[in-house]
């Protein structure tokens, strides 16, 4: 049974940093994608980055390039997202996705893409 466990968000001022987490179990993990989508109140939840283990470019949002980094620890099955610089409209619930198809490109970006999803973490920015 493939379980998904993030970690990590919290309230930060704007300007500031945050690393999410996303422990992974039931996976096989050299065969699978994964992504880290957020969804703000009143909005369709979005992809923000995605990554394969075979080490592919990894897919960003416009919105987040150059502030945000997706990576992972094959040792201990966990993804990982640095938020640097972060701005109030980051503020959102992150959740963390998986698949055992190899995703390319902007496919990591769609939710349809992914078959497993966490329950999510909070992150909210304050101006």
């Known amino acids: 049974q493939v379980q998904l466990l993030e970690s990590g968000g919290g309230s930060v001022r704007a300007g500031g940093s945050l690393r999410l987490s996303c422990a992974a179990s039931?996976?096989?993990?050299?065969?699978?994608?994964m992504g880290w989508f957020r969804q703000a109140p009143g909005k369709e939840r979005e992809g923000v980055a995605g990554t394969r283990t075979n080490g592919r470019t990894p897919y960003y949002a416009d919105s987040v390039k150059g502030r945000f980094t997706i990576f992972q620890d094959t040792g201990n099955n966990t993804l990982y997202l640095q938020m640097n610089t972060l701005k109030p409209e980051d503020t959102a619930m992150y959740y963390c996705a998986a698949t055992r198809r190899p995703l390319v490109g902007a496919a990591m970006g769609i939710q349809r893409s992914y078959d497993y999803w966490g329950q999510g973490t909070q992150v909210t920015v304050s101006s």
């Open positions: 039931g996976l096989k993990y050299a065969a699978y994608s």
